[in-house]
C-alpha cells in the first residue's frame, strides 16, 4: 500500500517579532514621549473653541423670540396686510372725500376704517405667536431650553408689543399723512364750528391739531398693539390658534352687535354701557368719532387705560396657567 502524503501546512507562522524601535526624530524636535498620559491635542485652524456658555436671561430670550416672530412667514404677511387695509383704505376715504366741502368728520378720521380691518391682523399674529407653539410642540423645547417661564412669556409679550406698536405707527401716520394732503383746507361751514371735536378749523379752512395726531396716531397704535397682547394672553390660556382668534373676535365685535339687537327703554342702560366700553368705541373715540350717546362719556384715553387693565389682567391669568401647568 502507497502512503498518503502528508497533509499541506494551512496556517503559516508568523514572523519573529522584531524589537521595538522609537520613530526617528527629525532633528531639532523634542523627542516623542511613547509612553505616559495623552498630551492635548492642539486647536486646528479654522475651528474655535466653543465658548463658555453662562447663564441664561432676559436678554437670551428677547434675543430667541426676535428671531422666531421674523423668519416666521405669517408675520410678514399679516403686517403687510395691516399696512394694505390700514393705509388703502384710508387713502381711498380720502380720495372720496377730497373733492367735497368738508363734512364734519375730524382730519384723520379716514384712517379709522382701514385700521378697524387691520387690527384683526395684529389680533391674529397675537394669538399665532404663543399657540402655534403649543400646536406645534415647539414650546416644550422652548421650556427646556429656558426653564424660567415666566422669562418666557414677558419676552414674548415685549418683542411682540414692540413689533405691533412700531408697525401700526408706521401704518397709521403713513395714511394720516396722506389724510391730511388731500383733506387740509376745505372749507367748514360755520355749522361745524361748535360741534367740531378733535380738529379745528382756522379762517374758515379745516386743519388737524397736535393732540389730533398724537391721539391719531400714538393713542390708537398702543390701543391695537394691546388687542394683540390680550389676543397672546388667551392664546396662552386657551394653547389652541382658531378657538383663541375666534374668542378675541367675539370680543372685539361682540359687543356692538348685541347692542344693535337691544331694543326698548329697558334695554337703553345695557345697550349704552355694551356701546360705551366696546373695544371698537374705544378706537373709534381716539380718532374722534365716538359710538356713545351719554352725555358725558369716556376719552379715548380713558378707554385705552380700561382696556391695558383688562390686558394685565389677562397676562396674570395666562403665566399662572404657565408655572402651574405642564408644557
Request: aromatic share 8%; glycine share 10%; net charge neutral.
Amino acid at each position: 500500500m502507497t502512503t498518503p502524503p502528508p497533509p499541506q501546512q494551512q496556517y503559516q507562522q508568523a514572523p519573529p517579532q522584531q524589537p521595538y524601535q522609537p520613530p526617528q526624530q527629525a532633528p531639532g524636535q523634542p523627542p516623542q514621549q511613547p509612553y505616559g498620559p495623552p498630551q492635548p491635542v492642539p486647536q486646528q485652524a479654522g475651528y474655535p473653541a466653543a465658548p463658555a456658555v453662562g447663564r441664561a436671561h432676559l436678554g437670551h430670550a428677547l434675543r430667541s423670540e426676535w428671531t422666531k416672530i421674523r423668519t416666521v412667514r405669517s408675520t410678514v404677511w399679516t403686517l403687510a396686510l395691516l399696512f394694505v387695509l390700514t393705509v388703502g383704505i384710508g387713502s381711498l376715504f380720502a380720495l372720496a372725500l377730497s373733492g367735497e366741502e368738508y363734512v364734519g368728520l375730524p382730519l384723520l378720521a379716514g384712517t379709522f376704517f382701514g385700521l378697524m380691518f387691520g387690527q384683526i391682523c395684529v389680533i391674529t399674529l397675537g394669538v399665532l405667536v404663543i399657540s402655534s407653539e403649543y400646536g406645534t410642540g415647539m414650546m416644550r423645547t422652548t421650556l427646556t431650553a429656558s426653564p424660567n417661564r415666566g422669562r418666557i412669556l414677558l419676552a414674548k409679550v415685549l418683542v411682540f408689543f414692540g413689533v405691533s406698536f412700531v408697525m401700526t405707527l408706521l401704518a397709521t401716520t403713513l395714511s394720516g399723512l396722506v389724510q391730511s394732503s388731500l383733506l387740509s383746507g376745505q372749507s367748514a361751514a360755520d355749522r361745524y364750528i361748535d360741534s367740531y371735536m378733535e380738529s379745528s378749523i382756522e379762517n374758515g379752512e379745516v386743519v388737524a391739531t397736535g393732540a389730533h395726531w398724537l391721539e391719531a396716531t400714538l393713542g390708537v397704535s398702543l390701543y391695537v398693539s394691546l388687542l394683540g397682547v390680550l389676543g397672546l394672553a388667551v392664546g396662552a390660556l386657551l394653547r389652541h390658534s382658531a378657538g383663541a382668534i375666534t374668542t378675541m373676535m367675539a370680543v372685539v365685535l361682540l359687543p356692538l352687535l348685541a347692542a344693535m339687537f337691544m331694543f326698548g327703554e329697558s334695554m337703553a342702560t345695557l345697550r349704552d354701557l355694551l356701546i360705551e366700553y366696546a373695544p371698537l368705541n374705544g378706537l373709534a373715540t381716539l380718532f374722534g368719532l365716538p359710538m356713545g350717546s351719554g352725555d358725558d362719556p369716556i376719552s379715548g384715553w380713558g378707554l385705552l387705560a380700561i382696556l391695558a387693565a383688562a390686558t394685565t389682567a389677562a397676562l396674570i391669568g395666562a403665566y399662572a396657567k404657565l408655572v402651574s401647568t405642564d408644557a
